[in-house]
């Protein structure tokens, strides 16, 4: 019992330090004061994480974008397949852009529109190869331009390093479409000091890398450089391209939806493919392509810090070696405790051990066949007459010892008899009086079958006679 006893003591020490905080001096300190990413007090808002997203966030264009292919040749119009929805029949070496970027707490949304000019009269004059088109939808090519839109979506990572993670893209209309998640994980923006804003995108048949950076007065243009792949290399389809582009920023929505309206028209888009909300609304739609991420989508698969576990947690808090030390001595000190009361317990039942053969060898000398409570002080005082050699009217410890080692109760060792001696002594002044002897054997009663020894304890005008004739001290 004792042994599982100190067994739960400790384990109760153990799981008190697991509750302890990473605060605590006794523990290991929080992996949040060195690594941003454990701390729940940094904030997961983008903003927050880095201010260059405050500054990349606005209206955008117009941006005038040159395209070539590496090794500085322009990017030549390329005729339609239906089919596959790819090669686009208008002019690609040069394009206008406009774009909507907005960072709301932990998500982004880009949306940029591209905008081509109608294709060269020299492309037009080419007969299409069977299948292929010079033209995407009713216009007419060499007299309407056209125009697709990107769309990301975004969510800041569990990094807390102002990466935005982008979830979904949508592309189109018709030439290299896609809506859904990126190919790739790695489909990324981050901040590039305090200058810009470093972007890479995989989208499976079409990778891109960017780079934004800020220049002007207050900090108004945005100067962009790209390179990018389209298609696998072993694809008649594949390019390698470069672009670049400077665009400033726009005061509001308001100046923005103007300015795209103008560029459908500059462009000559064919009216069947400018979006409706284009001359219905006031405002851009929250989604322009078919298909975009919903709540759930951006919380589970999308990751959104703000509405999903962290990868991150904290863990729980682990002793230093202050902490080991006090739970050592904790355990040290209830071991101590638990031992205490075990050699307490043990020199209680020593001390019995000894009265009960003490009172049984003076019940034998005395001839009483009762119970030890059963003695009469005249019984007690002869008995310790007859003890008392010297006749000094106390027992020395050498008169004690000559009476125990005559008794018929058995051995007893040294240490049970110094023991016994000092019970008796209760004074401690090296003798033993009738009324320590006395009390000693009522105590001895006590210890004795029949409970407690009434009659030693009901007759103090017997003990007070005897001393009153000078048979006891």
């Given amino acids: 019992q004792n042994s599982v006893s100190i067994d739960n003591s400790v384990n109760n020490l153990i799981t008190m330090s697991s509750l302890l905080s990473c605060k605590s001096p006794l523990t290991k300190a929080c992996m949040g004061l060195t690594d941003p990413r454990y701390d729940p007090a940094i904030s997961n808002n983008l903003i927050d994480q880095d201010s260059i997203w405050k500054e990349f966030s606005g209206y955008w264009g117009p941006e005038e974008r040159i395209y070539a292919d590496v090794g500085g040749k322009p990017r030549v119009s390329r005729f339609y397949n239906p089919n596959t929805k790819s090669g686009w029949p208008y002019r690609s070496d040069k394009m206008m852009v406009f774009r909507s970027i907005k960072v709301d707490g932990t998500r982004y949304t880009q949306k940029a529109f591209y905008?081509?000019?109608?294709?060269?009269a020299a492309f037009c004059e080419l007969t299409p190869p069977e299948g292929l088109l010079n033209t995407v939808g009713d216009g007419v090519c060499g007299e309407n331009g056209n125009f697709q839109f990107i769309?990301?979506?975004?969510?800041?990572?569990?990094?807390?390093?102002?990466?935005?993670?982008?979830?979904?893209?949508?592309?189109?209309?018709?030439?290299?479409?896609?809506?859904?998640?990126?190919?790739?994980?790695?489909?990324?923006?981050?901040p590039a000091d305090?200058?810009?804003?470093?972007?890479?995108?995989?989208?499976?048949?079409?990778?891109v890398a960017e780079t934004f950076t800020f220049s002007g007065e207050n900090r108004g243009f945005l100067f962009a450089t790209a390179t990018a792949t389209k298609h696998q290399p072993s694809d008649e389809n594949f390019e390698r391209i470069v672009s670049s582009s400077l665009s400033s920023r726009m005061p509001d929505e308001s100046s923005f939806m103007l300015a795209l309206k103008k560029a459908f028209d500059d462009h000559n888009v064919e009216a069947s493919r400018v979006p409706g909300w284009v001359t219905d609304e006031e405002v851009l739609p929250k989604c322009i392509g078919n298909t975009c991420p919903d709540e759930d989508y951006l919380c589970s698969e999308g990751k959104d810090p703000n509405c999903s576990v962290s990868p991150y947690t904290e863990p729980s808090a682990s002793l230093n070696g202050a902490g080991f030390a006090v739970i050592i001595l904790g355990v040290l000190s209830v071991v101590g405790v638990v031992f205490y009361f075990i050699n307490r317990h043990i020199v209680n039942k020593q001390k019995e051990r000894y009265r009960i053969r003490f009172a049984e060898q003076i019940a034998e000398e005395l001839g009483h066949k009762g119970s030890i409570d059963q003695l009469s002080c005249g019984d007690l005082a002869k008995e310790f007459h007859r003890i008392d050699e010297s006749g000094d009217g106390s027992i020395s410890k050498e008169e004690l010892y000559e009476f125990i080692s005559s008794g018929k109760a058995g051995v007893m060792s040294d240490h049970d008899f110094n023991a016994l001696f000092k019970s008796l002594d209760l004074d401690g002044n090296g003798v033993i009086n009738f009324m320590e002897f006395a009390a000693f054997m009522a105590l001895c009663g006590q210890s004795c079958p029949h409970g407690a020894a009434r009659r030693l304890s009901m007759a103090p005008e017997e003990i007070a006679k005897l001393i009153d004739e000078k048979k006891i001290n």
Avoid: H, R
């Fill in 115 to 120: 905008f081509y000019e109608p294709a060269p």
């Fill in 194 to 207: 305090n200058y810009g804003v470093f972007a890479y995108t995989d989208m499976g048949f079409f990778n």
């Fill in 151 to 190: 769309e990301d979506f975004g969510t800041a990572s569990y990094e807390k390093d102002g990466t935005i993670d982008l979830v979904w893209k949508n592309q189109g209309p018709d030439s290299d479409e896609t809506a859904g998640p990126p190919k790739s994980k790695s489909s990324t923006l981050a």
